[in-house]
């Protein structure tokens, strides 16, 4: 008999080659895995993610299952299992699911921030949780070079390697740039910004090439009209792509 579970859990990703495990490498679901085995005393047992993240990239809400050959007793799953995680991994929540509930093709939400300041460099410390640009920033700029990416566009120019036959249709639910009040410390800078951006799916990269767009149009090197552009057409508009340690996924939630 197997017992089917849906995990709610948050990380910091600046130690981590992303969720997926990988030959040789540290990534969070081999750590979590490991965990598991220890807490469960066995390892008959599968972990499945809601989504890839990319290495150094951090969740404050994520979801995985798990689907185990033992029962999880829920009421002592958090406190005992968290002691098991290291410092940077915390579970947050713990639910049965049926043998029918596939985390990979359930409709979720995703809400992505990325945190970001320029000018003055930074304190070191602030390295794990945002990205910092030399230039100055045309803020309003980007501001407005946000919001264009509202609504469904073609979004080829932001996806990584792109494959032949894919689907570069996508929809944005929400873009914008704001002042970040959300994440503060006394090592960050007195001004510091963040891209909020919301959809149902993401491509490989493709708020990292979004960033890296605006980053671009706030330095003048990238046009309002050639951003526009690019939403509706085939061609290739080469951006940079934006360090991952700024990215956070803020929220996954099933529908």
């Known amino acids: 008999m197997k017992f089917y579970y849906l995990v709610h859990f948050q990380f910091l990703g600046f130690r981590y080659h992303g969720w997926q495990k990988q030959t040789e490498l540290k990534t969070v679901q081999q750590t979590i895995e490991d965990c598991f085995s220890k807490y469960l005393g066995h390892s008959s047992f599968r972990t499945i993610g809601a989504s890839r993240t990319d290495s150094m990239v951090s969740a404050n809400h994520s979801l995985f299952e798990i689907i185990s050959e033992s029962e999880i ?7 005992n299992f968290n002691q098991f995680l290291p410092a940077d991994i915390k579970v947050l929540k713990m639910e049965k699911v049926d043998k029918g509930f596939k985390i990979i093709s359930a409709p979720k939400v995703k809400e992505y921030l ?56 996508r929809e944005i639910i929400h873009s914008e740039i704001e ?3 959300i994440l503060t ?30 980053f671009e149009v706030g330095m003048n090197k990238l046009t309002i009209d050639e ?5 509706s057409s085939d061609e290739n508009l080469k951006v940079m792509i934006a360090p991952a340690s700024g990215l956070i996924l803020n929220y996954s939630l099933i529908e």
């Open 227 to 231: 951003l526009k552009k690019s939403l």
């Open 185 to 214: 410390a006394n090592f960050f800078p007195d001004k510091s910004y963040l891209f909020r951006i919301k959809a149902k799916s993401f491509m490989r990269y493709q708020i990292r090439m979004m960033m890296g767009a605006l």
């Open 114 to 169: 990325y945190f970001f300041s320029f000018g003055i460099k930074n304190h070191p410390f602030s390295a794990p949780f945002m990205t910092h640009i030399n230039e100055n920033l045309n803020l309003e700029l980007m501001k407005e070079a946000a919001k264009l990416f509202e609504g469904t566009h073609y979004l080829k120019s932001f996806c990584f390697k792109p494959k032949e036959n894919q689907n570069f249709q």
């Open 73 to 79: 007793e829920d009421e002592l799953f958090l406190a």
């Open 179 to 181: 002042m970040n009040n």
